[in-house]
T-cell receptor, first 112, second 110 residues
């Protein structure tokens, strides 16, 4: 069973479109995250949610919005996509301090 | 925010022990030290986490000196499949802006 699953795995779309990436975890973790890995392979945290409350919101454009319908899901909505949004987006979850993150397999977003 | 510094790349041979050292001079009292492994086209995978002294699991060992300003990930008897990028992180999982650095690209040769 996949612990953290995200869909789709690949997403190719045109500039200006709106898209969503879904993430689900079956680990019972309290906190979920979204990370962005750019072409230089830097992993940067975008958001985290703890018990449906946003607790970290890095300086990302407000075109990106996380939505958590319940503790097991944290979806990422992106409006008005730009070329610079092309990257691999990783969802992760954590049980808390001392337990580390569990990452999904990533969604490769390509904006053309 | 505790910043980490690690070698950009390392090469080793199958069967060798590999040690990757990470510097984190401004580590805070509550910070944990965590190492992740990432293969191409996959998400990072948790390897090991520690707070002080030594931690060992079935995959690796983590050595942390008393001042906690550095840590060393030790991989015993590496194989070709250990070729990956290894990230050293410092921070507290929840409510913190944990930063992934550039990582160390480990290349295992036959």
């Amino acid at each position: 069973d996949t612990a953290v699953s995200q869909t789709p795995k690949y997403l190719v779309t045109q500039m200006g479109n709106d898209k969503s990436i879904k993430c689900e975890q079956n680990l019972g973790h309290d906190t979920m995250y979204w990370y962005k890995q750019d072409s230089k392979k830097f992993l940067k945290i975008m958001f985290s949610y703890n018990n449906k409350e946003l607790i970290i919101n890095e300086t990302v454009p407000n075109r990106f919005s996380p939505k958590s319908p319940d503790k097991a899901h944290l979806n990422l909505h992106i409006n008005s996509l730009e070329l610079g949004d092309s990257a691999v987006y990783f969802c992760a979850s954590s049980q808390g301090a001392g337990y580390g993150y569990t990452f999904g397999s990533g969604t490769r977003l390509t904006v053309v | 925010l505790a910043k980490t510094t690690q070698p950009i790349s390392m090469d080793s041979y199958e069967g060798q022990e590999v040690n990757i050292t990470c510097s984190h001079n401004n580590i805070a009292t509550n910070d944990y030290i965590t190492w992740y492994q990432q293969f191409p086209s996959q998400g990072p995978r948790f390897i090991i986490q520690g707070y002080k002294t030594k931690v060992t699991n079935e995959v690796a060992s983590l050595f942390i000196p008393a001042d906690r300003k550095s840590s060393t990930l030790s991989l015993p008897r590496v194989s070709l499949s250990d070729t990956a990028v290894y990230y050293c992180l410092v921070g507290v999982n929840r409510d913190d802006k944990i930063i992934f650095g550039k990582g160390t690209r480990l290349h295992i040769l036959p």
